[in-house]
């Protein structure tokens, strides 16, 4: 660090450091990967199934709707408590539970009935999920300076893209499974909540709380990562002299912003997530196996997307010009994919999946560069449980108009807007506070970089 007061020890210091950091990315990143895709799994394996509920329980497209959206309703209310549980009680008790009980709802679903039972589930998956997200994004922020700590986040967040690639498949598949009373569809809830509860107990026995927990570090490599991460603390405190607190941060007008571009992001996501495998079987007499890999598609091109943009805003460093331009691309596909039919209307949300997963991806650097990061953790799951309550509005809605009009053209055309509009506000965002903000407001310090890198 450039402020150490023991220029001798750097070299030492700095070499276990880099040993320290090469061996927590390799020991936690696979596994939050691998976790992130089953939490993604769980949560959105209900799109391919919808047909199927709606044939054998039915549950039409607005109930289909509701109870698709009420996962993020529990997820929402049990946010913040989740995380701040977290931090209480350890990541690794807390990562497994929230792994081992949101496989039990997941798995659960497959014997649902009728609506009811479909809303409670699906409600209790949000509560159980709840925390997961931020809980990982707080872990690195224990275990990982602030310039390594946006490369991982930026490989974990591949983990919902990877979900998105191979969800379609995968679920097609199963959904093939007959045998011993029990449909495809539900096969497919039980095996792939199952995975989920396998995966958590493997989760206590291979993650640690906390650096010195670590028994696969040395203790040089244990103090040179908690001596790197309190420094870098340190040194964000020097440059506020109030302690920030959450009721002072509610006021702050760029953490209210942060929470509805989020919501604006997520409100497209989570429509075309959802509501994706439906306008895939309008193209066709298609199986669920081939809407399952039609389903891919977007996904797969959005994956590459991503690694293109973040790739461009590290040579170009403008954030929210990249943000701004994802989403301006998210909301022309939209609004294309109301111009033609179904083939076309695929097409279009192809080119749109590009901006909006790309926008996810692009957006968490600007708030993780204004926050302190004494209260990182819990404006990171409010912004994420605020966020993610489009994921409630998208679905119900689409549920609702498709219903009542037996079209969601309406909807496409609102995401389109959305997405202009947060476009536009982007530019409003702040990576960085304000000298001013430093001295007058708690929040004042950047956590997702070291205080020496410009934003």
């Known amino acids: 660090m450039s402020n150490s007061n023991n220029a001798s020890a750097v070299p030492d210091s700095n070499s276990a450091l880099t040993r320290a950091v090469s061996k927590v990315k390799s020991h936690v990143l696979p596994l939050f990967v691998i976790m992130f895709i089953l939490n993604y799994i769980d949560r959105v394996n209900i799109g391919f199934v919808r047909t199927h509920m709606e044939h054998d329980l039915g549950i039409g497209a607005a109930a289909y709707g509701l109870g698709a959206g009420l996962f993020f309703i529990g997820y929402a209310l049990f946010e913040v408590p989740s995380n701040m549980l977290l931090q209480r009680v350890g990541a690794r008790i807390w990562l497994t539970r929230i792994m081992f009980t949101w496989g039990i709802v997941a798995t659960m679903m497959a014997f649902i009935q009728n609506e009811t039972h479909f809303y409670i589930l699906r409600f209790l998956l949000g509560v159980a999920e709840a925390g997961f997200f931020p809980g990982v994004i707080y872990y690195f922020t224990r275990w990982l300076p602030g310039v390594e700590r946006g490369k991982a986040i930026a490989i974990f967040l591949s983990g919902s893209a990877i979900a998105s690639l191979i969800s379609g498949p995968l679920s097609g598949a199963l959904l093939q499974i007959e045998g011993f009373g029990f449909h495809g569809w539900q096969w497919m809830f039980a095996i792939e909540g199952l995975a989920s509860v396998f995966i958590g107990f493997f989760v206590w026995f291979w993650l640690d709380s906390k650096p010195h927990d670590a028994k696969w570090l040395t203790r040089e490599e244990q103090d040179a990562l908690v001596g790197a991460i309190d420094q870098e603390q340190r040194e964000r405190e020097v440059l506020t002299s109030v302690k920030p607190t959450i009721g002072k941060l509610l006021k702050d007008r760029q953490i209210l912003l942060f929470c509805a571009l989020y919501f604006c992001i997520q409100l497209t996501i989570y429509a075309a997530t959802f509501w994706l495998p439906s306008i895939i079987k309008k193209m066709g007499e298609l199986s669920d196996v081939q809407v399952g890999f039609f389903n891919s598609i977007p996904w797969l091109i959005s994956i590459i997307a991503m690694y293109a943009f973040a790739s461009l805003s590290g040579k170009f460093k403008f954030q929210q010009a990249w943000v701004a331009t994802a989403l301006l691309i998210a909301a022309a596909g939209m609004f294309l994919s109301t111009t033609g039919g179904p083939i076309f209307a695929f097409v279009a949300i192809c080119f749109a999946a590009i901006g909006f997963k790309s926008a996810s991806s692009l957006f968490w650097p600007i708030p993780q560069g204004y926050l302190d990061a004494r209260i990182a953790a819990a404006v990171i799951a409010l912004i994420n449980?605020?966020?993610?309550?489009?994921?409630?509005?998208?679905?119900?809605?689409?549920?609702?108009?498709?219903?009542?009009?037996?079209?969601?053209?309406?909807?496409?055309y609102g995401l389109a807007g959305t997405s202009v509009l947060a476009a536009i506000l982007v530019f409003f965002a702040k990576t960085s506070p304000t000298p001013s903000a430093q001295v007058t407001t708690p929040n004042s310090a950047p956590t997702g970089a070291t205080v020496s890198k410009s934003h």
């Open 385 to 412: 449980s605020i966020g993610n309550l489009g994921g409630f509005v998208a679905p119900t809605t689409f549920g609702f108009l498709e219903q009542t009009t037996g079209s969601i053209q309406g909807g496409l």
